[in-house]
């Protein structure tokens, strides 16, 4: 009885990780044939990318009582979903005005209303610039919210 206690528990504890890894954006496999586990960051939180390195630490969390060989596949940018109206909704989002993208991307006036017209074409380094630039944004107004709330926490 003692043993079927022990291997519930253990599951139960894998299960948690595993949930924990699934809200963090992280997908766990099963160790395959080969036992091989890949770990995989599906999605950004917070705009955080983890190196494969990260990944491996977390995989060994999820299993820490096995051994086996850990794949890791970091987080692959989806190019379709940058659009225009997607750099428009995150202008929108993060009160970022034109003057800000043409100063901090280097991107000229005139260049940068073609692309938000449609009437210039988004490279995929454009779509790139686009994507980490918002990104980067985030985590600065993340960081500046979380010194904000400790200097309130202080007083």
């Not at 260049?111 to 994507?131: C, D, E, P, Q």
């Given at each position: 009885m003692e043993n079927k206690t022990k291997t519930r528990t253990e599951e139960q504890r894998f299960q948690i990780r595993k949930s924990i890894g699934m809200f963090l954006g992280i997908d766990v496999s099963t160790p395959d044939e080969n036992n091989v586990v890949t770990v995989t960051e599906k999605r950004l939180l917070n705009g955080w990318l983890l190196n494969q390195e990260e990944l491996k630490v977390f995989g060994r969390t999820v299993y820490p009582e096995r051994k086996f060989k850990i794949r890791a596949e970091v987080?692959?940018?989806?190019?379709?979903?940058?659009?225009?109206?997607?750099?428009?909704?995150?202008?929108?989002?993060?009160?970022?005005?034109?003057?800000?993208?043409?100063?901090?991307?280097?991107?000229?006036?005139?260049?940068?209303?073609?692309?938000?017209?449609?009437?210039?074409?988004?490279?995929?380094?454009?779509?790139?610039?686009?994507?980490?630039?918002?990104?980067?944004?985030?985590?600065?107004?993340l960081h500046r919210n979380q010194v904000t709330d400790e200097e309130e926490t202080k007083k």
């Open positions: 987080y692959q940018l989806d190019l379709e979903q940058i659009t225009v109206e997607w750099i428009k909704e995150q202008m929108k989002e993060l009160g970022i005005k034109r003057y800000d993208i043409i100063r901090q991307l280097a991107i000229d006036k005139s260049s940068l209303s073609l692309i938000l017209s449609g009437k210039r074409g988004l490279s995929n380094t454009m779509k790139v610039a686009f994507f980490y630039y918002f990104n980067s944004y985030l985590l600065t107004e």
